[in-house]
């Protein structure tokens, strides 16, 4: 029987900085939420430093990036648009990945992912780059399994499956629909020689079911659903509720892979 290494939780701080932006007081911290994740156990800190910092802002990604000097088992996870402002951070700061999002300057949120041939020409170069500083390079992308060894070949290290479409389908009949789907992405992406990272709307409910249907799921990065559980139950708390969801998952994966 195959071990697979247990899915890394990365915590997206995004939107402790939004609601500290709201006022000139510097609280809550976002260095103390990351501290607090990080001490109950989460593998890493996610960020997404958009071009009008509506939330994290330059001086948080360096702050962090010293708080994750201090831990050498986690990794610090900085997402954007290559084509914007990304690459100065991952030229300064070199974090363990970038994950780059096709985002537009004043996108409400990230909505979909890269798209090949077109996008190839002008993230290869970037691709590189990212590659000769040591950083890992993951490419935002929806689960279309056509698309992975077009990922691969433009030289990325990993993908992230965009997971919004699956978590809005999680309370629906279309929940086991969604799953196959992710899951055929999940194994194109795997036999081009991509790592396969998750994300976009995770949350307590749908982690699990995400988990025990789609193999070799390397890391989820997951925002604005814990944020909102840690206001009711404290970042310690909740950081060990996700890493529980994905403990399940991944014990409902290794039994169906025993069946
Ligand atoms: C790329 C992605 O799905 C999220 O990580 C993104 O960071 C969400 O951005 P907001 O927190 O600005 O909605
Ligand atoms: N890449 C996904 C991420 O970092 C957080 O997304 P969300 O949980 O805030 O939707």
Known sequence: MTTHPRTALSVNVNKVALVRNTRHLGIPSVLRAAQLCLEAG???????????????????V??????????????????????????????????????????????FTSDHGWNFPQDAERL???????????????????????QMAAARAVGADRVELYTEPYAAAWATPQRS?????????AQAAITAGLGVNAGHDLNRDNLADFLAAVPGVLEVSIGHAL????????????????????????????????R
């Not at 708080?67 to 990794?75: F, K, N, S, V």
């Not at 840690?230 to 399940?248: H, K, N, P």
């Open 124 to 146: 290869e170069p970037l691709i590189q780059e990212c590659r000769e500083l040591g950083v890992r390079v993951s490419l935002f992308m929806d689960p279309i399994p056509e």
């Open 42 to 60: 989460a593998d890493g800190i996610t960020v997404h430093p958009r071009p009008d910092e509506r939330h994290i802002r330059a001086q948080d």
């Open 62 to 107: 360096y702050e962090l990036a010293e708080l994750l000097g201090q831990w050498p088992e986690a990794e610090f996870n900085i997402e954007g648009n290559p084509t914007h402002n990304l690459m100065e951070f991952i030229r300064q700061v070199r974090p363990h990945q970038a994950t780059f999002v096709p985002d537009s300057v004043g996108q």
């Open 177 to 185: 629909d969604q799953l196959a789907r992710y899951r055929l992405a």
């Open 227 to 258: 944020i909102a559980d840690a206001l009711e139950l404290g970042y310690a708390d909740t950081v060990t509720a996700y890493q529980r969801c994905i403990d399940q998952g991944m014990a409902e994966r290794a039994l169906s892979e025993r």
